[in-house]
């Protein structure tokens, strides 16, 4: 499983002015954006631009072409006014965020008892219900590797409660995978929550010009995911005391690997509804 990491060399060259402007936009952001965002997440459908969340298909999407927010033609994952101002402003600064890893467990052993069509398209639902719940709760879609989901949450989307929102969306992807269903999962996720300090902003070239986060939360959080269970949530003691998670629930302490030191947890899950429910 890719760990999330970063060759060093992929970052551009430290720039003070830029780092100031990034992390001002990072940790404050724009209020009419962020207003802007809150409203185009509950228009339908799916794709959409990964950082406003402008659709490009549907109802809507003839209006959000009006407004230069179709899908660009540079990068499918993000609209023209995005795309725009992730290639004019590389860079990025280090700040406090939370990280989401969530994948599908046994998705080998699921992939050899059903057709390549049939593994795809529960692939495509996992996409589309992981989407919607991250953007339900304020997150954003770094990328999907595989059966994995990798979600961002920073004060730019999330607010200072950026580690509740994790948290919360944790959850929410546990019940919307079915984990809450008598029935059971129709995709058996595993999830881990960490906050942490990591190089957050825009990198790449050209038509590879990406938002995202790399560091050793990053890489913690993926190797975190990697050891929750099906239906569970691996929840860092910093995440979980920042997102005001129950002080009572049981800590564990884990060995991850390539850490230096062992990483403390709290263990979350879901319960099945009752019948009738």
């Known amino acids: 499983m890719p760990d999330g990491s970063e060759e060093p060399s992929a970052l551009p060259p430290p720039d003070p002015t830029r780092e100031a402007f990034w992390r001002d936009f990072l940790t404050r952001g724009d209020s009419r954006e962020n207003r802007v965002r809150r409203i185009f997440r509950h228009l339908p459908q799916d794709p959409r631009c990964r950082m406003c969340a402008a659709p490009f298909s549907g109802g809507f999407a003839p209006l959000m072409r009006l407004a230069g927010r179709q899908q660009s033609e540079g990068n499918p994952n993000w609209c023209n006014s995005c795309f725009s101002f992730l290639s004019r402003n590389h860079g990025g600064a280090e700040i406090t965020i939370t990280v989401l890893f969530a994948d599908i467990r046994g998705s080998t052993a699921l992939a050899e008892k059903t057709s390549a069509t049939s593994f795809r398209a529960l692939l495509d639902r996992f996409y589309s219900t992981s989407t919607r719940v991250v953007f339900d709760h304020d997150g954003y879609v770094d990328k999907f590797v595989g059966d994995e989901l990798v979600a961002m949450f920073f004060p730019l989307m999330s607010g200072e409660r950026h580690a509740a929102r ?78 005001g998670v129950d002080s009572s629930l049981p800590r564990e302490t884990l060995e991850i690997r390539g850490k230096t030191q062992r990483t403390e947890v709290v263990r979350l899950t879901v319960s099945p509804q009752s019948v009738g429910r």
Do not use: C, K, Q, Y
């Open 166 to 243: 994790a948290v919360e969306t944790a959850t929410a992807l546990l019940e919307a995978t079915g984990h809450a269903d008598r029935a059971g999962p129709w995709a058996p996720l595993g999830v881990g929550v960490h906050t942490g300090e990591v190089w957050f902003g825009a990198i790449g070239e050209g038509s590879h010009v990406e938002l995202t986060a790399v560091g050793d939360a990053v890489n913690a959080t993926a190797r975190l995911a990697s050891m929750a269970r099906a239906g569970e949530v691996l929840v860092t003691v910093e995440a979980a005391t920042l997102a």
